[in-house]
């Protein structure tokens, strides 16, 4: 027949379930036998507790807060500068690094800031006669200062503890001056380091500066470019000087707009109309009042023909004059015109330079213009930086002043006294449970039970014998019973039962038997005669070492095993 791998997991969890309340019960079973020593073991560490707690020399406490600023605060130019410009603010130490809030704790814990305190300490501690050959400074950190920020914010709170309640709030005092200096050093310190970083730089351009001017200036002299005139406008600084390729341009497009002009008079042959037109569009030429005198002629010509013919001798001597006029103009406009190209060819000839001249001009110029506005830029910034040097900056400050707390901070006695009767308690039950475990004791019913190599048959209270009887009935009548032949049964105490108990049990059974014999013997060699045997057990009676060593003779007897009887003191009936 196959088992139910369901059924079995099940009586497996079960088990290991009752294998745990077991152990429960088992550790609470040995507490509560050694309850005494438990007690005497936690009213000892109370006492030690109590007197050490009430030996002990009070700790004082001062504390006070003090606002973290940032060392970037500067001036708002300044602080634009040091945007603007990472490279200078990693130099002078107020780089994105500096607002670290937690960095600037860790420095305000550093020698570098407080060793003066630490010594000052030891100084007050030696006239006290304390030996502080040995004093470490990260210990002394450790042991009496505490310094975190208020989470969240940039307050920092400080306290410090000493048994010497007249020194607390010297060291306090001393403390927080100490920050409040320390705010203001760094930053004298990285303006200081500003102002001599950009002195330096300052002296660099100076002389690239000057350099760079001269050079150009020189190579200008050399390719006679700042003879050049363009567009009727000079400047004489060679930062502005001019452009020559617009220069080569302009002249290029006048000649190229003077031919076509030319051509233009060239195709006009004798009409008067269109050069009138052409002429009148050069101011050089109408300011001269030709065209003007023209205009007052035809004038002339219309209300004489309003009159007369054109055989009229008067308008035959407008028309000739008419016609001489046209002609000085003609002349006039070709001479204006072949002038202003002949101008506009010699500007064109000067503006002329061997390829590479002009893009190197531009680049010395360039070059120029660039260390002259770096330079200037540099002393813009050094003098924001000497008007943030004489800014007064105002310190770190205090929102709490320091103070000493009315009452010591340490030791708490209850607290000390509470946790030294906790640890006694754990102590004592820690002992408890080696000593039970020691003695080898079996005290567990279920112990009891996979110990020995047959079936619980009546679990009694030792302490209501006057339930037995039914029991010791039920006894013979049952696993007891007459079989016929040897009647005998044998009763077999396991461990040292009390005598009593043993004796009324034996008692009630030898009269639930009616008659048969009852051997009552832990002598396996006796009782090996006899039917049956049961077996009579008791918690705390019998080590697990005698239970091995009598299962194994029981093993060799031989004799049938009817079961056995607990009796058990803590067995609760109702």
């Known amino acids: 027949m196959t088992k139910n791998p369901s059924s079995s997991q099940t009586v497996n969890v079960a088990s290991a379930q009752a294998d745990d309340e077991i152990d429960l019960r088992q550790v609470a079973g040995a507490l509560l036998r050694h309850k005494f020593l438990i007690a005497k073991i936690a009213a000892a560490t109370l006492v030690l507790s109590g007197l050490y ?189 001019i452009n020559i390729e617009a220069i080569r341009v302009q002249a290029a497009n006048e000649i190229r707009n003077i031919n076509e002009q030319l051509k233009q008079l060239n195709q006009l042959n004798d009409n008067p109309e269109t050069l009138m037109y052409l002429g009148r569009n050069i101011p050089e030429l109408a300011s001269q009042g030709l065209p003007q005198t023209l205009d007052q002629l035809d004038t002339q010509l219309a209300l004489l023909r309003a009159k007369y013919t054109d055989k009229d001798d008067s308008i035959r001597r407008l028309l000739e004059r008419r016609r001489l006029l046209i002609e000085v103009f003609k002349r006039q406009t070709y001479g204006y015109l072949y002038a202003q190209r002949t101008a506009a060819e010699a500007r064109l000839a000067a503006a002329e330079r061997p390829k590479g001249v002009l893009i190197k001009y531009r680049e010395l110029l360039r070059t120029a213009a660039r260390d002259e506005a770096t330079l200037t830029r540099l002393e813009a910034e050094r003098q924001v930086f000497a008007l943030e040097q004489a800014r007064n900056e105002e310190p770190w400050e205090l ?71 039914d029991a010791a009935d039920l006894l013979a009548s049952g696993p007891l019973a007459e079989t016929g032949g040897n009647t005998a049964i044998a009763l077999i105490p396991l461990g040292n039962i009390p005598s009593d108990q043993l004796q009324a049990f034996s008692e009630e059974l030898s009269r639930a038997l009616k008659g048969r014999d009852l051997v009552v013997s832990a002598d396996l060699r006796k009782t090996s005669e006899c039917a049956t045997q049961l077996l009579l057990a008791a918690p705390g009676v019998v080590t697990r070492t005698q239970l091995s060593q009598f299962s194994q003779k029981l093993a060799l007897q031989g004799a049938p095993l009817a079961g056995w009887v607990l009796l058990d003191p803590e067995l609760d009936l109702g």
């Open 53 to 241: 707690a009430f030996t002990r020399n009070p700790v004082w406490e001062g504390q006070f807060q003090i606002v973290l600023q940032n060392e970037t605060e500067t001036s708002s130019r300044a602080m634009s500068l040091l945007q603007s410009n990472p490279g200078l603010a990693n130099l002078i130490g107020v780089g994105a690094g500096s607002s670290d809030l937690e960095t600037e704790v860790q420095i305000l814990e550093s020698p570098s800031v407080l060793k003066p305190i630490f010594d000052f300490v030891k100084i007050q501690k030696a006239k006290s006669g304390e030996d502080v050959s040995k004093w470490r400074y990260k210990n002394w950190v450790e042991d009496n200062l505490s310094i975190e920020l208020e989470k969240g914010t940039s307050v920092l709170n400080l306290e410090y503890r000493d048994t010497d309640k007249e020194l607390v709030l010297p060291v306090i005092n001393r403390i927080s001056k100490a920050y409040q200096s320390y705010s203001g050093r760094d930053r004298a310190k990285g303006i200081s380091q500003a102002i001599s970083y950009l002195d330096e730089q300052i002296g660099i351009y100076q002389n690239k500066s000057v350099t760079s001017l001269k050079t150009a200036q020189n190579f200008a002299i050399e390719q006679d470019l700042t003879a050049l005139q363009g567009d009727g406008e000079s400047d004489n600084e060679i930062k502005n000087a």
């Open 399 to 469: 929102i709490s002043t320091p103070t000493l707390l009315d009452n010591p901070v340490a030791p708490r006695k209850k607290r000390m006294m509470a946790l030294g009767l906790l640890a006694g308690i754990v102590l004592g039950s820690g002992v408890s449970l080696v000593v039970d475990r020691r003695t080898g004791l079996v005290f567990s019913t279920d112990e009891l039970q996979s110990l020995l190599p047959c079936p619980l048959l009546k679990h009694l209270s030792a302490m209501a014998q006057d339930t037995w009887t």
